[in-house]
């Protein structure tokens, strides 16, 4: 599908990939813009088309008391100031069919959790905001099935939807990126590789999930290189720290770097 088909994403340079970006979750506002003034400062300068990034409240939780966010408003409304201050569109995921009108009053897409792609009555509440959606493949799913998915956006008559690849479970505490699904899910939609949560390793003894920073740009690499549309990445210039996600989180001082580098990869995949 063209990624013209995503209106929110300016793409001033055609040939390079966007970016979905940000925190794990919204722990307060002070973090959100500096993590946002962070990240856009890179992107400009590498004309990266750029969305911010962040959950508004953690619903899929291993434990009853790991964080879960600072109040859905509130989390909603600094996602909606970082928007507005800085001039860039923003996502969020959703959890439940009532999350899908909320959520759109803020926000400029709206993200299907990979658990809950397969929930009808969700991707339809979201698709009939008129708000991008963006669908992550389940982890148990296989490429060819996310054309199910994607069409439900499309019988909603949205045409702006995206599938998103974060990996497939392998075993019981792992994920592994399977590169052959790329090509088939861009027939079906925009798609976008997520190479952080594809580094989860979920199902820890602790209730705590770990996760692979290690092999970020690993698995970022590959993905520029079987040509993925764009990225999906958390960062937190604090990942020990960071209340959700943090073992899989890139380190914001990390970000700039690598960035740099799949620029000049995508540059030197378009010469073929």
Excluded: W
Excluded at 110 to 125: E, K, N, S, W
Excluded at 213 to 233: H, R
Excluded at 242 to 252: F, I, P, R, T, V
């Amino acid at each position: 599908m063209d990624i013209n088909k995503i209106p929110l994403i300016k793409n001033t340079d055609a040939d390079n990939f966007f970016l979905l970006a940000g925190p794990c979750a919204i722990e307060g506002e002070e973090m959100a813009m500096r993590i946002a003034e962070r990240i856009i400062k890179v992107t400009d300068d590498l004309k990266i088309p750029f969305v911010f990034k962040g959950s508004f409240k953690k619903a899929n939780r291993s434990r009853i008391d790991s964080f879960t966010g600072i109040g859905d408003e509130k989390a909603l409304k600094i996602l909606q100031k970082v928007g507005k201050e800085f001039g860039v569109p923003t996502v969020t995921d959703i959890h439940e069919q009532s999350d899908a009108a909320m959520a759109a009053e803020y926000v400029d897409v709206l993200q299907i959790p990979a658990f809950l792609v397969r929930q009808t009555d969700l991707v339809v509440a979201a698709a009939n905001t008129g708000k991008v959606v963006n669908l992550k493949k389940g982890q148990f799913m296989s490429p060819e099935s996310m054309k199910h998915a994607v069409q439900k956006v499309l019988d909603c008559q949205n045409q702006s939807v995206m599938v998103t690849d974060r990996g497939t479970m392998f075993g019981y505490q792992d994920m592994i990126v399977d590169y052959r699904g790329i090509p088939t899910m861009k027939q079906f939609a925009t798609t976008v590789l997520d190479i952080t949560h594809s580094l989860q390793q979920p199902n820890q003894t602790c209730g705590v999930t770990g996760g692979r920073p290690d092999l970020i740009e690993t698995v970022a690499k590959a993905g520029i290189a079987v040509g993925v549309d764009g990225l999906f990445l958390e960062t937190h210039f604090d990942p020990a720290n960071a209340k959700s996600d943090g073992a899989n989180m890139l380190h914001l001082d990390y970000f700039e770097d690598l960035m740099k580098k799949l620029v000049a990869i995508r540059q030197t995949v378009n010469k073929f």
